[in-house]
DNA sequence: CCTCGGATGTGTGACGTTACACATCCGTCG
DNA sequence: CGACGGATGTGTAACGTCACACATCCGAGG
């Protein structure tokens, strides 16, 4: 490996002149600066990232900490920090946690965050001692579901407001019988789908409707599978539904199949909706009605929230929880509604 | 922040004494480690893992560099690559390059390519050249498209034989103008699309049947809305056909939609298949027939010459192609073919 | 002719860790 | 009783870079 010290020698300054060259210093005479850049050139020499980093420097990289790389939802959000990132001359690197406490951990140790210059975490079962303990002494946005306490500000999306649009969509589009896919019974710590089901519920309640638990499906991970195999369930219990609000749009997919396989038409004799808008929404048969919770915003929201952190931005934020709005987009998996007046 | 010689002083040893308790070398006493993990406890101390990279160590990290996060393909490789690499004690990070040039040099930029013990790429518009005078001091492995003379292992699916599949099997039920959505008029650089465009012709030139070019629609990028819209160009020039060999399945999952939309059955009217057997291809509404590149073969190959390359594992291997082999999964999206006997 | 100051370049460490060679201690064996 | 060797611990230097304080040179101004 060729090192800034074999330049200085083959340039016959000192390494420090090297080092004011390469990172276009002032101070340096045009014609030592190309006599130094020529024995660049020469020796092919690449400046040491790991030094530099060491010294002080920062490496570029944002590490997005998520519990899948291959959901529809995780990918497209790496996607969009992505985009957002770059214009800020950062590049974003996704890393898969397994959504499992070791997973979190390992993927938080001092070794694996250090090569990061922030951190978009999505926690899955760390807590807000856990991630005390794990002393993450970078810029950090918190993601996703639960409202953490703790000294990094967290970008949430509107789960409760999001799945009351579903909810409240599919009531007035004459649904009385809707599945809960992915939904819980008991209202747990505040994840995602306890939180999502409250919106169900809510909008239930408001609509005077009566909540059947049987309708209510717990699912292990809101993947295709996992819809697929709720519906067929519901069908083996002979339970009956007239609407399935899946907690994802990779559940609602799955469901999206079941339904067909089982011989129900959508959105005639089920209506469907998902949640996370994610691209493929648009191309599934028959397209699917899904809530929107902001991806954009909350890409842009992040970014801002990290660099606030590095001091680039603004006053650095506070903790406290950033919540983007939700919005319904409707497309073929429900039915025309009569009533278009708005209820929010 | 808390450095070992910190923990060293607290403790009344030397530093190095630190170091070897830290990373649990023998020759200590029992008592003397005792000692210095109650410093490290006390002080709160983590060991830097940038100064340990740069003292020679190792990351842990296997970079993944693909052109897209958010493409159900590589989205799906990470996931594989991770669950393979994990087994191993590395863990994959993944990172978009965009396809681009400017995206490809970023991503291979000795800065941050030391971030990684090693490289898996999918290189888009980078050719030989680029690659070598990137100069990867790494262990690393090409994936995809084109051969690519130089010093890495490359490993390819099957691409021509894939799509030779695909293509037979389309005219063995019947197909006789099969749309190639995506696919190459002029067989370029021996890129995918060339080389799935090449499975193409030779397949109908086996069967005797003559390619008409206006069914061969070019494609930005092999994206569901790529796959859509190149099946609306059809119906709008009128152009005539009876099946689609999509060259991907996110391209397929947009051309199953588009016939949806103009009224087509499938696969009573149009028969269509896919490439890549994504996770979805087997939801999608009618199941997607799609080619199977050896997916998972591939993921432990990859990670195998990795670790040659490393001496963890056996000799080094040499430059050169790997392929796995690909086959077909039949579903839904095509007929049944009467003549069930196997022609490869 | 001396001094002052801008322009240019250099030497010294320090970032935190660890490989390596060496020092020290103490019990054992001839 | 001296030598030997295992067990335990330490000092030095190096990984490659860069901040900082300082040195040197040269022309201008008094």
Redesign the interface.
Known sequence: ?VRMSDVAREAGVSPMTVSNVVNGRPGVKAETRQRVLEAVERL?Y?????????RGGR???I?LLVP?????YY??L??RL?AVAEAHGY??????TGGTREGEL??LS???V??YDAIVMSPVVLDAGDLRAA?I?RPCVLLGERPLPGPFPHVMMDNIGGSTLATEHLIRAGARRIALVGGRRAVAFGDMASLRSVGYRRAHGDAGIEVDDDLIVEVGSYS?RDG?DAVLALHAEQVDFDAAFALTDAAA??V??AL?DIGRDVPQDVQVVGFDND??A????P?LTTVEPGNDAMAREIVRLLLAQTGDGARPPGPGDRVAEARLVVRESTRRIRDVRSRR
Chains 1, 2 share one sequence.
Not at 91 to 96: D, I, K, L, Q
């Open positions: 490996m092919g690449r400046p040491n990232a790991t030094a530099r980093l060491l490496s570029g990289a590490g899948d790389v291959d959901t529809g990918a497209h790496a996607a992505g590049h974003v690197v996704a890393e898969r390992g993927a001092p070794a694996r250090a090569a002393r002494e295709m697929y997919m799955g999206l199949r067909a691209a493929e648009e191309f599934t048969i397209r």
